[in-house]
């Protein structure tokens, strides 16, 4: 899956968990750039992009990933 | 909300709730709110996001308190002014497997895991016991799921030292407790995580990352299942289904392919799924759901296909039966009329997704589950719990008749251009006489529960009643009215204290189920007839007036009374010279306690 499709997938799923369409996320993005983007909105939101994208985040992963660019990376080695 | 009944997609509610919230606070309907209190053992946060959810669909606003993390124990110990301040409505402990401090040893012999036992349950027993004391509201507690591995492999089970045994009897003795205990509900994760699929429901992985007992994905189905209790705890449980037949209750068109053609019974895979179903209908009915029929079909063929003889439903397991070709919403609103319940305390159960679409856009607050195969027909209503159960009374197990009786009556009465004649047909037969042991606690109940027919308002506790009973000074007559159609029970209560040759009426009431039966001229007749035989001349009877009785203002004028007296608070006094008295009952056929089987 290119990185292009996985941003916008990832951008849908985000405004869903964040009730905002206003949310454009781009690699950097953080949970210091979006207000409801807690510890308890980030579990919901990890949820939400494994259903999205059919797979499972792996520990480690869930605990590592610094920002959204990192979470496309792994979906994309991890979706052919 | 149609996202939210059984089945229901987790991972699209987890993924919309925010939005689904705000399109449920929208709806403009009135809820009724409730304070629930959440003690946890573990992360409680989302659990608490989705039953707000599932709550707000079933018609209750729930304000939550939830103790700080894995504080359990401690806020229902030594509550804090916050939580006494928030005074819960229910509260609702959330432990799991998780929060099991000690499990047994290898090297345990059996004494000791036998005190471990009793001192983890103990734990538990104790703080609920503080809660009611502290809070006196109902509590809900989980019990424990499976652990997810097995040391001892299968004999993990049985062996006294395995941790699936240990659980399994820790288990036991919760609901021991359950059972003796009013107000306090299991919430049966040990199911729900194994419907789930236990090995899923317990990864490890939100445990040791977030400190849930589950994974997050299962939290909806957790807040589902623990939002049952509590609906049906404050009183939003279904109360009647109405069925449709074709493809519902048999497979095939009795119409078209004939009582034989239809598939019902033990021949085929399909008969056997939809006997199957009957038998969960007919199940539901000894919980004192009351069952009616919603078909397009004509009458003859519906009857026909429910007398078929592999059938485990018949014509008489139905209350009401409404074949006919008239729109199914309309056939509804005339069930919930005639059984004096409300439309949205229905469910109606219906293959044909058409059907389903035109009542659930006609009749609001009805449950229309959607139910797509025979074999998934009895798991999609179960799960959806509009029958949980919380309490279950001898009125439960009658409630079927009772009803029954009524339609039975109503359907009568129609016949009738006279009502005195009506009133004959129906074959009445009292027991009026002096209380009996055996009726004491009905009794009592009645003097608690009535509210209409009353002229005092007068309560009685049971050694108040006991009192009466045992004392010379009164005169008591209790009524029990049997008509064709059934027994109603007794349903009305006399109490007069004698005063030389004067009676004064204490209590004169009746239940509203035989309300214009002549029951109350056929108590008077008899009341005269008992102060005759003890030398009293004078009866006086006393109105006090509340917001629910004013059917009983005229009671004693409709009696032949005199009004004596009245205040400004409309209070009055009532007297009867019982010497002309003539007897005003000419339809009930009256007999005494030597009429009973003691």
């Not at chain 2, 959330?94 to 290898?106: G, K, Q």
């Not at chain 2, 029951?519 to 007749?525: C, T, V």
Request: glycine residues 6%; aromatic residues 12%; negative net charge.
């Amino acid at each position: 899956m290119d990185t292009k499709t996985i941003f916008v997938r990832l951008n849908k799923v985000f405004r869903d968990v964040f009730d905002d369409d206003s949310i454009k996320v781009t690699p950097k993005t953080t949970a210091d750039d979006i207000d409801d983007w807690d510890s308890l909105e980030h579990i919901t939101l990890i949820a939400a992009v494994e259903r999205e994208f059919k797979m499972k985040f792996k520990m480690g992963e869930i605990s590592s990933m610094k920002n959204v660019g990192e979470m496309a990376q792994i979906i994309a080695q991890r979706v052919k | 909300m149609n996202e939210l009944e059984y089945p229901f997609d987790s991972e699209y509610i987890i993924k919309k709730r925010k939005s689904i919230k705000r399109k449920l606070l929208a709806d403009g309907s009135k809820r009724l709110k409730k304070k629930i209190a959440v003690f946890g053992g573990s992360t409680t946060s989302d659990i608490v996001v989705y039953l707000e959810l599932f709550l707000l669909n079933n018609g209750i606003e729930p304000e939550f308190y939830e103790s700080e993390y894995a504080q359990y124990w401690q806020d229902a110990m030594f509550p804090g002014d916050e939580l006494i301040e928030f005074a819960p409505d229910i509260v609702f402990i959330h432990t799991t497997n998780r929060n099991i401090s000690n499990f047994p040893l290898m090297t345990d012999d059996k004494s000791r895991v036998e005190n471990l036992l009793e001192s983890e349950y103990g734990k538990f027993e104790q703080m609920w016991k503080k809660i009611s004391e502290t809070y006196h509201c109902p509590i809900i507690q989980n019990n424990f799921e499976m652990p997810f591995y097995r040391i001892m492999g299968n004999k993990d089970c049985s062996d006294y030292r395995g941790r699936t045994n240990f659980i399994t009897n820790l288990n036991r003795k919760f609901y021991e407790y359950a059972e003796k205990t009013e107000g306090f509900y299991i919430n049966d994760i040990n199911f729900i995580s194994a419907s789930y699929g236990l090995k899923e429901w317990s990864n490890p992985l939100y445990w040791n990352m977030y400190k849930y007992a589950m994974c997050v994905e299962a939290i909806p189905e957790f807040s589902f299942n623990l939002a049952n209790i509590i609906k049906s705890v404050f009183g939003k449980n279904k109360k009647a289904v109405a069925l449709d037949l074709d493809n519902t209750l048999w497979g095939g068109v009795v119409g078209d392919d004939g009582v034989d053609g239809i598939q019902i019974g033990q021949e085929t895979g399909v008969a056997q799924s939809y006997y199957e179903f009957q038998s969960y209908i007919k199940s539901l009915k000894q919980l004192g759901v009351v069952l009616t029929v919603c078909s397009k079909n004509d009458y003859e063929n519906a009857v026909a296909g429910l007398n078929h003889p592999e059938g485990a439903l018949k014509p008489d397991d139905f209350i009401i039966i409404k074949a006919n070709w008239e729109n199914k919403d309309r056939n509804i609103i005339e069930t919930a009329s005639e059984l004096n319940i409300l439309p949205d305390s229905i469910v109606f159960v219906d293959d044909n997704p058409a059907e389903r679409a035109i009542v659930q856009a006609q009749i609001a607050g009805i449950s229309v589950p959607v139910i797509d195969s025979v074999e998934n027909y009895i798991s999609t209503i179960d799960r959806n719990g509009y029958f949980e159960v919380t309490n279950f009374s001898e009125d439960d197990l009658k409630r079927n008749e009772m009803y029954k009786a009524n339609v039975q009556r109503a359907v009568q009465q129609a016949a009738f251009s006279d009502y005195n004649e009506y009133l004959l047909s129906l074959e009445m037969t009292a027991v009026i006489d002096d209380f009996l042991p055996v009726y004491l606690q009905r009794i009592t109940q009645l003097s608690n529960k009535s509210n209409q027919f009353n002229v005092t308002t007068k309560r009685y506790t049971p050694t108040e009643m006991e009192a009466v009973f045992n004392s010379s000074e009164y005169i008591r007559l209790y009524g029990k009215l049997i008509d064709k159609f059934g027994d109603n029970g007794v349903v009305s209560v006399v109490i007069g204290k004698k005063e030389n040759n004067i009676l004064n009426i204490d209590l004169w009431i009746m239940s509203c189920r035989v309300l214009k039966r002549d029951m109350e001229f056929a108590m008077l007749d008899r009341l005269v007839e008992r102060c005759r035989g003890q030398g009293i001349d004078t009866i006086k009877g006393y109105y006090y007036p509340t917001a629910k009785n004013k059917m009983v203002k005229e009671l004693y004028g409709k009696f032949g009374f005199n009004k004596i007296s009245e205040d400004e608070e409309g209070n009055t006094i009532w007297q009867l010279d019982i010497k002309s008295y003539e007897n005003k009952n000419n339809v009930i056929n009256v007999q005494d306690n030597s009429s009973i089987n003691q």
